[in-house]
């Protein structure tokens, strides 16, 4: 069973940067995509960014493209997303997820999620 913990959210003004980790149960990248998702109130879940198995490849969104970098420590299982030049659009539960395919940006198959933090982002 993969356990997924996030933390590093808070509150924060425009242009700022916050950076979230999400800590691994065990040494999990060699068997799992990771990939970083958020939810803002009212809407859907939807992809931020994704790191693939090999950790040769990373995506973004178009939203957070230039602004957001996803990186990973494999000594410490944890996964990074380092958000700068923040927004008030980008006022959002954010989670992480592990997928055992190599990599992908479909939600529907990530099978481990964390509990989630919530970062806001005020004007």
């Known amino acids: 069973q993969v356990q997924l913990v996030e933390s590093g959210g808070g509150l924060v003004q425009a242009g700022g940067s916050l950076r979230l980790s999400c800590a691994a149960s065990?040494?999990?990248?060699?068997?799992?995509?990771m990939g970083w998702f958020r939810q803002a109130p009212g809407k859907e879940r939807e992809f931020v960014a994704a790191?693939?198995?090999?950790?040769?490849?990373?995506v973004y969104a178009d939203s957070v493209k230039g602004r957001f970098f996803i990186s990973r420590d494999n000594a410490k299982n944890t996964v990074y997303l380092q958000m700068n030049s923040l927004k008030p659009e980008d006022t959002a539960v954010y989670y992480c997820?592990?997928?055992?395919?190599?990599?992908?940006?479909?939600?529907?198959?990530?099978?481990?999620w964390g509990q989630g933090t919530q970062v806001t982002v005020s004007s």
């Open positions: 997820a592990a997928t055992p395919t190599g990599f992908e940006l479909d939600i529907r198959k990530y099978d481990y």
């Open positions: 065990g040494h999990i990248f060699s068997s799992y995509a």
């Open positions: 790191f693939s198995r090999s950790g040769g490849r990373t």
